[in-house]
Structures are given as structure tokens and as C-alpha cells.
């Protein structure tokens, strides 16, 4: 089997991606990607052209909270509704339009889906460079 190349994908891919991410079963595609400021795609291709694209969009992750111990729950609901405010001011400067959050206490969960976060149901993957 031959190697495939693989390349920036440009304006002249736009339409065989969108069509290609509307006809592939199972890829979770969120048209508001296409919107995205910092979208990129990459193109695996062989002679006889285009193979499959992989979009990516830079998003903002927030990592871990840090609560001081025994502090009152409406004070700490509070500061992380402004700690999620200060890092929408740090998205809307990177151009960034989504932020996730990963976390299992269902405390603070119940606190992000007051402020606009939403669960997704699907699995979460991560590669550390």
C-alpha cells in the first residue's frame, strides 16, 4: 500500500469538506465549525486526490478548579461564575467561540449549567504532546 501525503487544506477544499462532513456517518459535525475564526483542516491525499479532511478549531479548556477548603458554596458558585467570565473575556481576545470543562462534581456541574455550559454525551479524548 502507498503512503498518503497529508497538507493544509485550502479555500479550493471548502465545499468537498462541507459535503464530506454532511455525508460522514458518526463524526459528531457541528456546522458551527465552519463559523469558527480559527478553523483549519488538513487534508490526507493520495494521486488521486483528497482522501479524507480532519477540521479543528482551537478551543479553550479549562483545566481544573481550585476551591478554598471550607469555603461557603455561595461564594464559591460566585467566583466561579466570575472565573468563567474572565475566561470568556481571554476567548473573545484568541478569537476563540467554545470553551470546555471537564469535571464530575455534580455540584459544580449544576453551577456551569446555570452559566450556559451544556453536557456532551460523548466521549472525551486527549493525547498529551
Not at 12 to 38: H, R, S
Amino acid at each position: 500500500m502507498k503512503q498518503l501525503k497529508v497538507r493544509i487544506a485550502g479555500p479550493e477544499d471548502a465545499k468537498q469538506l462541507g459535503d464530506w462532513l454532511c455525508a460522514t456517518k458518526g463524526n459528531l459535525f457541528d456546522p458551527d465549525i465552519l463559523k469558527a475564526p480559527t478553523l483549519t483542516a488538513v487534508c490526507s491525499y493520495s494521486e488521486n486526490g483528497a482522501v479524507a479532511y480532519l477540521p479543528a478549531q482551537n478551543v479553550l479548556v479549562l483545566e481544573s478548579l481550585a476551591v478554598k477548603p471550607g469555603a461557603a458554596p455561595i461564594e464559591t458558585g460566585q467566583a466561579f461564575r466570575d472565573l468563567v467570565k474572565g475566561m470568556e473575556l481571554i476567548a473573545s481576545q484568541r478569537q476563540i467561540r467554545e470553551i470546555m470543562f471537564m469535571c464530575e462534581d455534580e455540584n459544580v456541574i449544576r453551577v456551569a449549567e446555570g452559566h450556559g455550559f451544556e453536557r456532551i454525551p460523548y466521549p472525551l479524548l486527549r493525547m498529551k504532546l
